[in-house]
């Protein structure tokens, strides 16, 4: 069996509201579709989530190096997923998401051959995987109105996007977790704060009676002192994102006890190093979420199997598809209030792009 051929094309979708974080928005959906072609005609399919205002990528660039990729990799032996992953690396250092697309697509070919579901690539039991939802960053009438309907959806885990407006922030975090009775509140910076000011916004919603149960990348980046001192003095645990970018990062992290819980996405780091990745923090006692950029249905099931099948994540974030205009987000695994069941899927990931 040889990879027969490769191809590549927009993959666009309307979205039902802006996704708006501290670090910039998405209007659209408008990522990179890879498909992946074996001798026997099977057919695998991946997604490039690109999100310029946080991984500086673009679909031009994604395009170009898929274009390129998919030439060499005709021929080549599908099952030697190592030396792929590694090539794939080595090709594309700056553009893990075109990394992430090819290994997926590889993947579900593989799986489909097989007749077997992506999970059971990771592991033989299947674990459940509820996700939360996220209140972008905007209005709190905005805030009122989407938390209420994925309330009565059944939600209860609301993870609210910070890092613009201190008292703004404030103010649609207290009516979020005043107004959703009963739901797991997390936080989500997007590196939009100074440690001082984080501290000070955890201590001013102590004093309102919030106490969310997760912290995510409150700081910039490269800012490692300011991640470990919020750390050291958050009383919620905190989570590195965008400060955990790659094999590197996880090592720094573990070396340096920077931080007791990771956020794993196929977009920052690849498949293969995403797995490789979840079994270093769980070798080191680190908790794990897993989240995804804004990403079509396609994308965010691939990264269900990847953390169902492994069973070790704690956190699940894996919400896109729900801001998505109904007709393009076409997931038949996952219910209206955020529970993937991987149990129906036949072979492969599950998901076939129109």
Not at 4 to 27: D, E, M, V, Y
Not at 74 to 100: C, E, I, M, W, Y
Request: aromatic residues 6%; hydrophobic residues 40%.
């Amino acid at each position: 069996m040889r990879i027969k051929r490769c191809s590549c094309r927009l993959l666009r979708a309307p979205l039902n509201q802006p996704f708006r974080i501290a670090t910039g928005q998405h209007n659209d959906l408008e990522n990179v579709l890879f498909v992946l072609e074996l001798s026997d005609g099977t057919k695998g399919y991946g997604e490039a989530g690109i999100a310029p205002h946080i991984t500086g990528e673009s679909v031009d660039q994604s395009l170009r190096n898929l274009s390129a990729v998919g030439k060499k990799l005709v021929g080549r032996d599908p099952a030697d997923l190592t030396a792929v992953s590694q090539f794939l690396h080595n090709a594309l250092p700056s553009n893990k998401s075109a990394v992430a697309a090819v290994e997926m697509s590889l993947l579900d070919a593989l799986c489909r051959l097989m007749r077997l579901p992506l999970w059971k690539f990771y592991g033989t039991k299947l674990s459940k995987l509820t996700t939360d939802i996220t209140i972008v960053i905007g209005d709190l009438e905005e805030a009122r109105r989407t938390c209420g309907h994925y309330y009565k959806q059944g939600f209860r885990k609301f993870k609210i996007k910070i890092g613009k407006d201190f008292d703004l922030d404030l103010q649609r975090v207290v009516l979020v977790a005043k107004g959703c009775r009963k739901s797991s509140i997390y936080l989500d910076a997007n590196q939009g704060f100074k440690p001082k000011d984080i501290l000070r916004f955890l201590s001013e919603l102590k004093r309102m009676r919030v106490v969310p149960q997760l912290l995510e990348q409150p700081v910039a980046r490269a800012d490692w002192e300011g991640l470990k001192e919020v750390a050291r003095k958050s009383p919620v645990p905190v989570c590195a994102d965008e400060s955990a970018s790659s094999i590197a990062d996880i090592l720094r992290i573990i070396k340096e006890k920077a931080v007791p819980v990771v956020n794993v996405k196929i977009m920052k780091t690849g498949m293969e190093h995403s797995r490789k990745i979840a079994m270093l923090c769980r070798a080191n006692g680190i908790e794990l979420m897993i989240g995804a950029m804004m990403e079509s249905s396609l994308s965010t099931m691939a990264s269900a199997h990847l953390a169902a099948g492994l069973g070790c994540f704690k956190y699940v974030d894996l919400d896109t598809p729900f801001f998505i205009k109904a007709g393009y987000d076409r997931n038949p695994y996952l219910s209206a209030s955020g529970v993937y069941d991987l149990k129906k899927v036949k072979a492969g990931i599950g998901i076939i792009p129109r």
